[in-house]
């Protein structure tokens, strides 16, 4: 069974940083897409960055020069850098592995809380 297991949320002050972590098992890592969503209170669940095998990257506008996604394909990990963190970025984090074929994602994390402070 794929698991994922997301680290690195917590509670920051706006214009602060924080770094997610994802550990994946169970899954043939380098030739998946990963990505990171996140869900705000009473919003519908987005998709933040998203990265391929090959390392492109995607980013969502509200995101773009504030965020980088990366992954360590010898570690099966991925991660989320979050620079100039805004109160909006409020939201619990998700790891996923997204299905290109299909256009969703197949598996997802527990989900890691994130809080910006204003």
């Known amino acids: 069974q794929v698991q994922l297991v997301e680290s690195g949320g917590g509670l920051v002050q706006a214009g602060g940083s924080l770094r997610l972590s994802c550990a994946a098992s169970?899954?043939?890592?380098?030739?998946?897409?990963m990505a990171w969503y996140r869900q705000a209170p009473g919003k519908q669940r987005e998709r933040v960055a998203s990265?391929?095998?090959?390392?492109?990257?995607n980013y969502d506008d509200s995101v773009k020069g504030r965020f980088t996604i990366s992954r360590d394909n010898a570690k099966n990990t991925v991660a989320l850098q979050m620079n100039s963190l805004k109160a909006d970025d409020t939201a619990v984090y998700y790891c996923?592995?997204?299905?290109?074929?299909?256009?969703?994602?197949?598996?997802w994390g527990q989900g890691t809380q994130v809080t910006v402070s204003s």
């Open positions: 169970n899954i043939i890592f380098s030739i998946k897409t």
């Open positions: 996923a592995v997204f299905n290109t074929r299909y256009g969703f994602p197949d598996h």
């Open positions: 990265i391929t095998s090959g390392g492109t990257t």
